[in-house]
């Protein structure tokens, strides 16, 4: 069984999306992150612009919370930020520490590219759209991580032993970050049902595969860092 398929809209968006969720979960990138081969100069471009991502991401759910219909929506979207601003930040910081990244320094970079892309994209989707749009915009991201980490832990090609990011693989792979992408994929659920219905698949499918394509640009960046 495929990551996630027993979920009900998330495969759906996945197999519609003509190769981009490939193209985005199987990115060199990645292949590059299970072997250790990764240039350090991308791991550390990708860090820095990830912080200022993560900033924009709790935008999204505060926008999440706006767009929301009763309590329940709310608490999601409460959650969600909250994971983000008080947890996740926090931990980000302090891993990018160990790659010689500080805080002050990784808040005054200049947005690539990619990450402006994306976090726009996302933005404008949510103010567009409900709140079913918003969290499919933001599914490649949550989801996606979820289904990197899993994979690159069962690879038996992945390398652990001297392998510089093997943790990041084991952060993305644990269990608190897998609880935390099947969530987005019970949200996502629960909103189809209450939400959706007939032809506005095709739309939602489109959603998730442009922000997937953007998702595999922002790896594409990091290796960008280092080759242009």
Not at 71 to 81: F, K, N, Q, T, V
Not at 92 to 109: F, I, T
Not at 153 to 163: C, F, K, L
């Amino acid at each position: 069984m495929a990551y996630l398929d027993d979920l009900g809209l998330f495969p759906k968006l996945r197999d519609a999306g003509s190769g981009a969720w490939s193209t985005y979960v199987d990115h060199a990138f990645i292949a590059q992150l299970g072997d250790g081969t990764l240039p350090e100069g991308a791991f550390r471009h990708y860090l820095g612009q990830d912080y200022l991502f993560l900033i924009h991401f709790a935008r999204a759910y505060a926008l999440a919370a706006y767009k929301s219909e009763n309590l329940g929506e709310i608490r999601d979207a409460a959650a969600g930020m909250n994971a983000i601003v008080d947890t996740e930040m926090a931990l980000h910081v302090e891993y990018c520490a160990g790659w010689g990244l500080d805080e002050a320094g990784m808040e005054a970079l200049t947005e690539a590219s990619a990450t402006m892309a994306y976090t726009r994209f996302v933005l404008e989707k949510g103010g567009q759209g409900d709140l079913l749009d918003l969290y499919v915009a933001l599914a490649p991201c949550v989801i996606g991580y979820g289904e990197v980490g899993a994979r690159l832990s069962a690879d038996p090609s992945t390398i652990w032993e001297g392998n510089s990011y093997a943790s990041w693989i084991e952060m993305y792979a644990g269990d608190e970050y897998q609880s935390t992408a099947r969530a987005h994929g019970e949200v996502l659920d629960r909103l189809w049902k209450s939400r959706a219905g007939g032809k506005r698949v095709e739309l939602l499918a489109r959603t998730f595969e442009q922000a997937t394509r953007l998702e595999a640009d922002f790896w594409q960046m990091g290796l960008d860092a280092v080759t242009d």
